[in-house]
């Protein structure tokens, strides 16, 4: 995938969902990972041409101390974008201290808190993850098997309680254009230390799309499209052009 491909995706769900208003200024949520690098490329990108003027404040959360993210501050220099990294030590109380036995839950919340935290610091109004279109599927999936409810992530939600606005500008781009994208802009990812990764819930969900996909071609396609029109709670409808 290309740049001009990625653009065309996040301003289709940009304008589809209204997520950026005028003078927004948009805090991303940089992990290191390509999904989250491609974000920024995408925000970047956007903002050169977008009718809406919006600014954007890079922010990583280090929960290693060990991870090296010097090449996302590198990248963040090239494009323009300022970039704050906050130093915690979540790793050290989830993995430690708590010793818990299902570390994600707890590491997503204290992370999201750090970031919302720091983007209201900065001034933003708004925060950017980089949740793509397979994340959708899969997360409706998790709910379904370990929740019993039929749920995903909203293309944007408002925190009333930090005064801030989440939005998914990556709606509507499947993982493996993201990968595409990685491999030919040569995106800087850095490696992630963390002991859990590759052992969680969502890989299991991620594996189990992938055999449904293979056994039933178009699956993938048929259940985001489920998420789409489900009329889940708290789902905005679509207000851009068909």
Not at 62 to 70: Q, T
Not at 72 to 81: F, I, R, T
Not at 162 to 168: A, Q, S
Request: charged share 25%; net charge positive.
């Amino acid at each position: 995938m290309n740049l001009q491909k990625l653009l065309s995706y996040t301003r289709r769900a940009v304008d589809d969902y209204q997520m950026i208003s005028p003078g927004d200024k948009i805090a991303v949520g940089i992990s290191g990972g390509k999904d989250s690098l491609t974000l920024l490329y995408a925000l970047r990108g956007l903002q050169r041409f977008y009718p809406n003027p919006f600014t954007i404040e890079a922010i990583s959360i280090a929960v290693f101390k060990e991870m090296d993210l010097n090449p996302v501050k590198a990248l963040c220099g090239e494009l323009g974008v300022p970039y704050t990294i906050v130093p915690t030590d979540i790793s050290e109380i989830v993995f430690k201290e708590r010793k818990e036995d299902n570390p994600c839950s707890l590491c997503a919340k204290m992370r999201k808190g750090a970031f919302n935290e720091k983007a209201k610091e900065l001034g933003c109004n708004k925060v950017a993850y980089a949740h793509h279109k397979d994340d959708i599927v899969e997360t409706m999936l998790m709910s379904l098997i370990f929740e019993g409810r039929f749920h995903s992530f909203s293309p944007y939600t408002y925190l009333d309680r930090m005064d801030l606005t989440v939005i998914r500008p990556l709606l509507y781009v499947p993982e493996a254009d993201i990968i595409g994208f990685k491999n030919q802009y040569e995106l800087p990812v850095c490696k992630n230390p963390c002991p859990a990764d590759g052992h969680t819930k969502r890989e299991y969900a991620k594996n189990l799309v992938r055999q449904l996909s293979t056994e039933h071609p178009g699956a993938k396609e048929r259940m985001f499209t489920a998420v789409i029109n489900g009329r889940i709670p708290g789902w905005p409808e679509k207000k851009g052009k068909e």
